[in-house]
């Protein structure tokens, strides 16, 4: 939500295991009719709780071919972690877009970059002091057709199964990217220091 109104970036679309975030791709495959229902749902939703922002606003999407719907789930009032795929796919990304909308700036057109993906970096231990390993080797999968990009998370401690990062992907398709990004994750460690 703007000063110009409610704006949108291409949808992403997300797969969960376990109730969390795993990987997310943009754009996602929406028909025309079923994404123009999200849009309208979502600008309700949003206009009516106010404010300045981004809103990541989430829907499932229910049946095939021509009964297809989508059918609200929910609303997080900030950007979110199936949003960290816009660090690639689109320009400005949702930090930008958040931070423009708050403090009033124009945000002009929101640009589709190309198919991307992000998938989740999990730690496989439960560990205090700790590093990174594979990093070089996941940002080496990368080519300047196929971009990889990596945020890691700044966290005191790690968990078995805690997103300690994402590996970012951009590729020909969405699959491609898919693929690649979830790669480059897996090429991510975390050992002890």
Not at 17 to 35: C, H, M, T
Not at 43 to 61: M, N, P
Not at 117 to 133: H, N, T, V
Request: net charge negative; aromatic share 6%; charged share 20%.
């Amino acid at each position: 939500a703007t000063r110009d109104g409610v704006m949108f970036c291409p949808p992403v679309g997300h797969r969960q295991e376990a109730g969390d975030y795993r990987e997310s791709w943009q754009p996602a495959a929406v028909a025309p009719a079923v994404l123009r229902s999200a849009e309208e749902q979502a600008e309700k939703l949003v206009t009516a709780l106010g404010g300045y922002g981004l809103f990541g606003v989430e829907f499932f999407i229910a049946g095939a071919g021509d009964q297809q719907r989508a059918i609200f789930s929910e609303l997080s009032p900030r950007p979110h972690d199936t949003g960290m795929v816009t660090l690639i796919g689109q320009s400005p990304n949702q930090f930008e877009l958040h931070l423009r909308a708050l403090l009033g700036l124009t945000i002009g057109q929101i640009a589709l970059a190309g198919p991307s993906a992000s998938a989740a970096i999990l730690s496989g231990l439960a560990i205090e002091d700790y590093a990174y390993d594979g990093v070089t080797e996941a940002l080496g999968l990368g080519t300047s057709a196929t971009p990889v990009d990596l945020r890691l998370f700044a966290k005191p401690v790690a968990h078995r199964g805690r997103r300690m990062g994402v590996a970012l992907a951009r590729a020909a398709s969405v699959a491609e990217a898919v693929e690649l990004a979830v790669k480059a994750a897996a090429t991510v460690q975390i050992v002890p220091r």
